[in-house]
Structure formats: C-alpha cells, structure tokens
C-alpha cells in the first residue's frame, strides 16, 4: 500500500500564488479591483453591525494585489465586456476575501 502524502505549504501556497496570478493577468483587474475595496470600505464603514469583517478583503491583502500589479502592462486595458468584470469582481470574492488561505 501507497502511503498518501500530503501536500506541503510550499505546493499549497504555488497554487495560491498561481490562481492569484492567472487572476491579475486578466484584461481589465485593476478596475475589479478598485470594484472590491471601494465595495468593502464603503459597506463596512455604512453598516458595521450588518457585515461580516472576515468577508471583507484585508488591507494586507489589497496591498499585496496592487504590489502584484506593479510589474504587470497594460493593466488599465479594459475588459472585454461588464459581464467580465462583475465576473472577476465575484473571483475576487469567491473566497471571502481569504485568498491565502484556501
């Protein structure tokens, strides 16, 4: 019998960082982007007692998601359609602003 090995928080995290980057390489993040942390800072601050804080992009996050953009070009071509956008918002999202620890 095989013994089933488990994954190490280096292949872990490649595949964080790989889902994050492929992410990034979208036409038109950038505006998704600025889409989510208006979107958290404005509801958070409205309605504090309504929200989940661990929803919620963390700054640490936000910093590390426009750090990444730095290096990349063109990042203010825009998307292809809204539909695409509102799409990269929710990918955004889809974890609830946990990116590092899916």
């Not at 990444?68 to 071509?77: A, R």
Request: net charge neutral; charged share 30%; glycine share 2%.
């Amino acid at each position: 019998m095989s013994k089933k090995v488990r994954p190490t928080m280096n292949t872990e995290m490649r595949k964080v960082l790989e889902r994050i980057d492929k992410l990034i390489s979208k036409k038109g993040f950038i505006y998704a982007l600025i889409m989510a942390q208006i979107e958290d800072e404005t509801i958070i601050s409205n309605n504090m007692d309504k929200r989940n804080v661990q929803e919620r992009l963390s700054s640490n996050e936000i910093l590390f998601l426009w750090s990444l953009l730095i290096n990349k070009e063109d990042i203010y071509q825009y998307p292809d359609s809204i539909d695409e956008l509102y799409t990269m918002r929710c990918d955004i999202a889809h974890t609830g602003g946990r990116f590092f620890f899916v």
